[in-house]
């Protein structure tokens, strides 16, 4: 074993010929540990790679590549990526030898994958990582190279957009905490993301001329541009406006950041409200809708009340194009009198 460019390299004898590949680990001491207590499995994985012999077992292939693969990873990680394998790909994989990798397998695997009843979003997490596993075997020459088939979500269906009347809106905020009150009513009458509301700052507002400027999104700790790359200008609704003018009022912790945790520094997790949420959804009888929804709240409230507004909302959105906001909520246009001012309707809210 020795290092190279801070990677692990390994270097052994077989058939009297000197072999020296690398692991592809960098060198650290929790992989210099792991090679050392694993020594003889690498060496005979690299033997493996080595022979070319596209004839092997996949399966087998499968569980050493996840074995590499989750090294680095933390415990809990490990287990989930442990049970989309388990659950996911090695019923799969498990009679096919190595020879029987092409675009053609993929496909049939996308058509399992879409045959069973999860979510898209779950799809597309095993996917990643049955497409890993495939790479993997083509870096190691074993197939030739061929490019991958996409997971499409064909799926879709309108109807499935979820949002709640205004009524429901309403309980919600009757029954948050005040601080938190004004945190979803923020939210629900925006269509703010997650990431675009930590990153506010007071600089982002004017309430002389009721606007609020999206320009950053905290993605995993780390401020960034919002998701299409620019910036937008939206326009308040009265809950919103009321909203923001009680959180500088009440609760301006800080003079430059909007909110800030309890050591008066930035949130670093989009998620940060969410268990609040979640808990005050619950106790009114209300499941599975996730604090990122509030978006659909506004958009449909919107379009349900302001007829023609699809661009508007679009806008306020943040969708890089209108087709966006029109394919997951054209089902909520319905044919209703014109209402030339949209703030008009929610001074009562």
């Keep these: 074993m020795y290092i190279r460019n801070n990677i692990i390299y390994l270097s052994f004898s077989s058939n009297n010929r000197r072999i020296r590949k690398s692991t592809g680990l960098v060198a650290n001491e929790e992989n210099l540990l792991y090679v050392k207590q694993n020594l003889k499995k690498l060496e005979e994985k690299i033997l493996f790679k080595d022979k070319k012999d596209n004839n092997s077992s996949l399966f087998i292939y499968a569980q050493d590549f996840l074995l590499s693969q989750n ?166 609704l009265k809950p919103a406006l009321n909203a923001l003018k009680t959180l500088y009022k009440e609760y301006k912790f800080h003079d430059e950041w909007i909110f800030v945790t309890k050591y008066k520094k930035a949130y670093t997790r989009a998620d940060c409200f969410s268990k609040k949420w979640n808990d005050i959804l619950k106790s009114i009888g209300i499941y599975n809708f996730t604090f990122y929804q509030t978006r659909h709240i506004y958009a449909t409230l919107l379009l349900n009340k302001v007829p023609n507004s699809l661009e508007f909302i679009s806008n306020q959105l943040g969708h890089s194009k209108m087709t966006t906001t029109l394919k997951y909520y054209i089902s909520y246009l319905e044919d209703k009198e014109k209402i030339t001012k949209i703030k008009k309707y929610f001074e009562k809210i």
């Excluded at 009843?117 to 996917?127: E, L, R």
């Excluded at 197939?143 to 109807?159: H, Q, T």
């Design 71 to 236: 090294m680095l990873n933390k415990d809990s990680t490990k287990k989930i990526v442990a049970n989309l394998f388990k659950n996911h790909i090695f019923p799969f994989i498990k009679n096919c030898k190595i020879r029987h990798i092409n675009r053609d397998f993929c496909k049939n695997f996308l058509i399992y994958l879409n045959n069973k009843n999860i979510c898209f979003k779950t799809k597309t997490h095993i996917y990643t990582h049955f497409k890993a596993l495939i790479l993997s075997v083509i870096d190691d020459e074993l197939v030739d190279n061929f490019s991958l088939p996409k997971l499409k979500n064909n799926n879709i269906e309108l109807s499935k957009i979820k949002a709640l009347p205004l009524n429901k809106v309403k309980e919600i905020l009757d029954k948050s905490p005040h601080f938190y009150k004004q945190v979803f009513a923020l939210c629900i009458f925006t269509g703010i993301r997650n990431g675009e509301l930590i990153a506010l700052k007071w600089s982002d507002v004017c309430f002389k001329s009721e606007t609020l400027i999206i320009s950053k999104n905290i993605v995993f700790g780390k401020l960034s541009s919002t998701k299409n790359k620019k910036t937008r200008i939206i326009h308040l």
